[in-house]
């Protein structure tokens, strides 16, 4: 299913669930149903096999049912009214006598049939239900009896319930999909907000944040994490101009005097002590961009990967005294006292070579 949205698999996923769920649940009710009336279409037969087992006798040698005009009633006689059937059979599997309302038609005997035995068939397209019992007389088998039962209404009660289930089962999946659909549709709202924010930030529209749903859910935190991400990406980038900034203030002054010191030597001839003097000025100009170009590359590397930023315990004395040796000739060029007023042994817990960076490029602006 790649082609489908978010929102449609979210549903599709849903219904597959409600569908097994749904499809237990009216399985369960349609077996419950048809077991219940099973169980009393069986209940009622027993009933009637009860009242009939006696009907059925031998008189005079010969097999007959007693009180046959009870089967003249209109309850025996109407399929509506359940009515109910029975028909004697021999040992030879032949019909002995049968209950009026059967008229020419006649019931199924299987001779092979376990006694007292439920069977379905029908009787002329209609569906019944029947039970054998065997004739018994001083311990002796003299015949069969098969008693009978419309179950056309029951049937019909089934079929019903089945069509129902069926039309309900489709048309609630139907609705549910459409209904899953929506609720999804709105559930990913503010999601699609999320989307539509974040499609719209550029390196240069950085200023943009995605508004915090009402809900602190996960959709609030994920909105969290992702203004959080763009702040530090616009700090980076921030950062980022700012060292360009800065790499250029720093360049652009050395080589400004370079230019300027080249240009007055070439204006007109100069003694060998005048182009010492400037070259030497020049030299010190370049080993000031070398040295600038050092720490930039520097705060480069840190700013691309923090394991290089190793902390430790340093002396802040020792330092500040390397700094000072470092800019020594700066600092006597210009006639300046530097008094050191620290302690010994004053650790501080930062890294080395930034430490020093700091406190250098402080003296330094400094004496300047």
Request: proline share 3%; aromatic share 8%; net charge negative.
């Amino acid at each position: 299913m790649p082609n489908l949205t978010f929102k449609d698999r979210i549903s599709l996923y849903n219904l597959l669930g409600v569908a097994v769920l749904i499809l237990f649940v009216f399985s369960a009710i349609y077996i419950t149903v048809a077991v219940t009336i099973n169980y009393d279409i069986n209940e009622e037969l027993k009933r009637e096999v009860n009242i009939h087992r006696e009907k059925s006798t031998k008189i005079n040698g010969k097999i007959t049912l007693v009180h046959k005009e009870e089967w003249q009633q209109s309850e025996h006689n109407t399929i509506d009214m359940n009515p109910v059937y029975i028909q004697i059979f021999n040992n030879n599997g032949e019909s002995i006598d049968k209950s009026p309302n059967l008229g020419a038609k006649s019931l199924i005997l299987d001779p092979s049939s376990q006694d007292e035995k439920f069977s379905d068939s029908h009787l002329n397209s209609v569906p019944i239900r029947q039970i054998q019992i065997n004739l018994e007389e001083d311990g002796q088998k003299f015949g069969y009896t098969v008693i009978a039962m419309s179950v056309n209404p029951q049937y019909r009660i089934l079929s019903s319930l089945i069509y129902i289930l069926v039309i309900t089962y489709f048309s609630s999946l139907l609705f549910l999909f459409f209904l899953t659909r929506f609720i999804a549709g709105r559930s990913i709202r503010p999601a699609l907000s999320i989307m539509e924010t974040t499609k719209n930030i550029t390196a240069n529209n950085l200023k943009a944040r995605i508004t915090l749903p009402a809900n602190k859910d996960e959709l609030y935190t994920l909105s969290q994490n992702i203004n959080e991400l763009l702040n530090r990406i616009e700090n980076a980038v921030n950062r980022e101009k700012q060292f360009t900034t800065d790499a250029s203030h720093e360049l652009r002054t050395p080589l400004a005097i370079i230019q300027t010191t080249l240009e007055i030597l070439i204006r007109r001839p100069r003694s060998l002590e005048e182009y010492e003097e400037k070259i030497n000025s020049c030299i010190e100009e370049v080993n000031r961009i070398e040295h600038t170009i050092t720490q930039l590359m520097m705060l480069a590397r840190f700013e691309e990967s923090d394991s290089n930023f190793i902390l430790q315990p340093l002396n802040i004395r020792n330092t500040i005294e390397n700094a000072i040796q470092r800019n020594k000739d700066k600092i006597e060029s210009k006639f300046i006292t530097i008094e050191v007023s620290c302690e010994e042994n004053i650790l501080v817990f930062s890294h080395e070579s930034m430490l020093s960076i700091i406190i250098g490029n402080i003296l330094s602006n400094a004496v300047k």
